[in-house]
């Protein structure tokens, strides 16, 4: 079973966006700004980091989501459509988002229909990280 996060989510906009290219000058740049300064208030720095994660995601997208990932020390992670054979969420590859958002929370559907609503509308990424031997979702 995987834990789903919800980085990437977007607020009541469901268009298509285009993102800027993130070069590797940026990519240096950013992952100094993402590091947190265990001397200032942790309150500051946590809100700092945290805007400066979403304003990469909106601006870079997936790649984006990539160098902060890569800047927690994680980078084994996949895109749905290109999510490997032994993720078990392999079996949803051709899905679009809103699709398997549709086949992943159909258990609980039911019980939560305006959350999975929120999703469909939201979610403009989803993509599977595996950390030691155990998948986690993030839409």
């Not at 051709?94 to 958002?101: A, G, L, P, S, Y």
């Not at 939560?112 to 839409?139: D, G, M, Q, Y």
Request: aromatic content about 10%; glycine content about 4%.
């Amino acid at each position: 079973m995987g834990i789903l996060s919800f980085l990437g989510a977007n607020s009541q906009n469901n268009k298509k966006k285009t993102y800027k290219n993130l070069t590797s000058e940026l990519k240096d740049i950013y992952r100094n700004e993402l590091k947190r300064d265990s001397e200032k208030e942790f309150n500051l720095e946590f809100i700092r980091t945290t805007n400066l994660e979403n304003e990469i995601i909106n601006k870079y997208g997936f790649n984006g989501i990539k160098l902060v990932f890569e800047s927690k020390n994680s980078s084994n992670f996949h895109k749905l459509g290109k999510l490997p054979k032994d993720c078990p969420w392999s079996n949803l590859n051709d899905k679009t988002n809103t699709e398997f958002i549709t086949e992943n929370f159909k258990p609980i559907s039911k019980k939560v229909p305006n959350l999975i609503s929120s999703l469909k509308e939201r979610c403009k990424f989803i993509f599977a990280e595996k950390k030691e031997n155990t998948w986690h979702e993030t839409l």
